[in-house]
């Protein structure tokens, strides 16, 4: 209140001086809230500010442990394609060798088998041959006898 009494010492009567008073101290106040505000903001904002940061880094960190968890997968699952590769060769290659194999049997069989034909085919065209030669035989000695029956 030493700021009223000094307006009254000025020659302001009392009613005002309280007013002036009341108004000079209302907005000192709100000054006042108005600045601490502000500094709470600012506060709050280098608060936020650091605090975003922070979970930057812990995300950057996350990503970085999640992306050498990934190559390292990659590379794992690399590897054993690679062996399955080698195994799917390997049992390519034996199956190659089992069907080249059984082709060289069934070659061998096929051979046996046309040497088997040609045989019986021989052996057939001889018992034709024979046939035909003796049916020739037996038409030709049947036909003399005929021949020899009306001529003699």
Not at 11 to 20: D, Q, W
Not at 92 to 105: H, P, Q, S, V, Y
Request: hydrophobic content about 40%; proline content about 1%.
């Amino acid at each position: 209140m030493s700021p009223a009494r000094s307006l009254e010492g000025h020659g302001l009567p009392s009613k005002h001086t309280e007013a002036v008073s009341l108004a000079i101290s209302k907005a000192a106040n709100a000054t006042f809230e108005e600045v601490s505000a502000n500094f709470v903001k600012k506060t709050d904002q280098e608060h936020y500010a650091c605090n975003s940061q922070h979970e930057i880094d812990k995300v950057r960190a996350s990503m970085e442990r999640i992306r050498t968890d990934l190559l390292y997968k990659m590379n794992l699952m690399g590897m054993k394609i690679d062996k399955l590769t080698d195994v799917l060769n390997v049992r390519l290659e034996a199956n190659e060798r089992e069907f080249r194999a059984e082709i060289g049997t069934t070659r061998a069989e096929i051979g046996t088998m046309k040497a088997e034909l040609i045989a019986k085919l021989e052996g057939a065209r001889y018992d034709m041959i024979k046939y035909f030669v003796g049916t020739i035989v037996s038409v030709s000695a049947l036909s003399a006898a005929v021949i020899r029956y009306f001529v003699v």
